[in-house]
T-cell receptor, first 115, second 110 residues
């Protein structure tokens, strides 16, 4: 099953540490999207990337958060100097091409807990 | 501001008791409306895409419909395995991000 793969599934960090979340898109997909889901809230868009390009990062906090999708390897969402408010489920989605005729397919997420 | 509101927040049905979930939206030009199912501890699983008012899609016991202001997900004769959170999302023209509602938690009792 070549679905969207995210790892780790669960990640625990202490305040001030760095968190790295990985996402491998579905086979043949070259567009990656990151979303964050806080308890009792809907999924919120963070960033949209293609290989080696950030297309839209309008939903990503300006400080401490960064994302990349290198030519080789998975997409990485990096959170520096984590704080309690960063605790959430982070989901990655991928699509084959731009546009709504190819829906975004989601991974099972990384649940980040900050101690 | 683009927005999606889902109702009810939670719904309990007896097995076989049909019902509908609502997704109201305001968006500056609709590119697509999407329904997903999410089980606890899992990611959203794609169900349907709707593009224009009047469009309908069906899959097993589920049927999605779309008007200019809202979408309905009709569940006919549900089974306990249909229990999940159902998410609605819209994509505005000229953008690629999805705007999600907070979902309807459906529980189907045997």
């Amino acid at each position: 099953n070549a679905g969207v793969m995210q790892n780790p599934r669960h990640l625990v960090r202490r305040r001030g540490q760095e968190a790295r979340l990985r996402c491998s898109p579905m086979k043949g997909h070259s567009h990656v999207y990151w979303y964050r889901q806080l308890p009792e809230e809907g999924l919120k868009f963070m960033v949209y990337l293609q290989k080696e390009n950030i297309i839209d990062e309008s939903g990503m906090p300006k400080e401490r958060f960064s994302a990349e999708f290198p030519k080789e390897g998975p997409s990485i969402l990096r959170i520096q100097q984590v704080v309690r408010g960063d605790s959430a489920a982070y989901f990655c989605a991928s699509s084959q091409v731009r546009g709504s005729n190819q829906p975004q397919h989601f991974g099972d997420g990384t649940r980040l807990s900050i101690l | 501001e683009d927005q999606v509101t889902q109702s009810p927040e939670a719904l309990r049905l007896q097995e076989g008791e049909s019902s509908s979930l609502n997704c109201s939206y305001t968006v500056s030009g609709l590119r697509g409306l999407f329904w997903y199912r999410q089980d606890p501890g899992k990611g959203p699983e794609f169900l349907f895409t709707l593009y224009s008012a009047g469009e309908e899609k069906e899959k097993e016991r589920l049927k999605a419909t779309l008007t200019k202001k809202e979408s309905f997900l009709h569940i006919t004769a549900p089974k306990p395995e249909d229990s999940a959170t159902y998410l609605c999302a819209v994509q505005a023209s000229g953008t690629y991000k999805y705007i999600f509602g907070t979902g309807t938690r459906l529980k189907v009792l045997a």
